[in-house]
């Protein structure tokens, strides 16, 4: 099956700084998804991105799929950020509907 | 708040025991799974359901019994589970025909004794 990297798999700031997570993937893909899972384990839903670049706030990811990975951009981090970053790949089922894979994660801890 | 509801948060429970996680969607959408997280593991999927009817089933053991009645419930009925099984185990819904994302439920975390 496809697999999904993802570095580094832990990460310190201080607050202020600026970081940049890296996800690659072994195969083609339909899409990719970047979640923030916080420290009660809620996914939250980040970026859906096929391709190309995206921004939301202080965040922004860009995924080049000719080239097989995905990066996402933390600008300014707050301690609020702290928690798991997660890539996912998005593959289609034959019974229909897609399945997300997962990558290892990025620990991220910012401190003041 | 993604839309999609789980509960109970937090369930123990003994081997012997029979228990229910349930997911519940707000969403519109027509496919619904569960995904587990365990401790130093990636997040799998286990059961993929489309219009209420089960289409994957990730070599998931037995002991594990997905039920979904309509397209905005799916439950999770959970028998004689060994210790091993403890983990987080996700609800997630999603459209079937188009390669749209998902959205997940706050997740039960479940330890058995």
């Known amino acids: 099956g496809i697999q999904v990297e993802q570095s580094p798999p832990d990460l310190i700031l201080q607050e202020g700084a600026n970081s940049t997570l890296r996800c690659n993937f072994s195969d083609s893909v339909n899409n990719l998804q970047w979640f923030h899972q916080n420290p009660w384990g809620q996914l939250i839903n980040l970026f859906y991105?096929?391709?190309g670049t995206k921004q939301n706030g202080r965040l922004s990811a860009t995924t080049v799929a000719t080239e097989r990975y995905s990066l996402l951009y933390i600008s300014s981090s707050q301690t609020t950020d702290s928690g798991v970053y997660f890539c996912a790949v998005l593959l289609g089922l034959t019974g229909g509907g897609n399945k997300l894979t997962f990558g290892t994660g990025t620990q991220l801890k910012v401190e003041l | 708040e993604t839309g999609v509801t789980q509960t109970p948060r937090h369930l123990v429970m003994g081997m012997t025991n029979k228990k229910s996680l349930k997911c519940e969607q707000h969403?519109?959408?027509?496919?619904m799974y569960w995904y587990k997280q365990s401790a130093k593991k990636p997040l799998e999927l286990m059961f993929v359901y489309n219009f209420k009817e089960q289409t994957e089933n990730n070599s998931v053991p037995s002991r594990f019994s997905p039920e979904c009645p309509n397209s905005s419930h799916l439950f999770l009925h959970l028998h004689t589970l060994q210790p091993e099984d403890s983990a987080l185990y996700l609800c997630?819904?999603?459209?079937?025909?188009?390669?749209?994302?998902?959205?997940f439920g706050p997740g039960t975390r479940l330890t058995v004794l």
């Open positions: 969403l519109g959408h027509n496919a």
């Open positions: 997630a819904s999603g459209i079937r025909v188009s390669y749209n994302e998902q959205f």
């Open positions: 991105i096929p391709s």
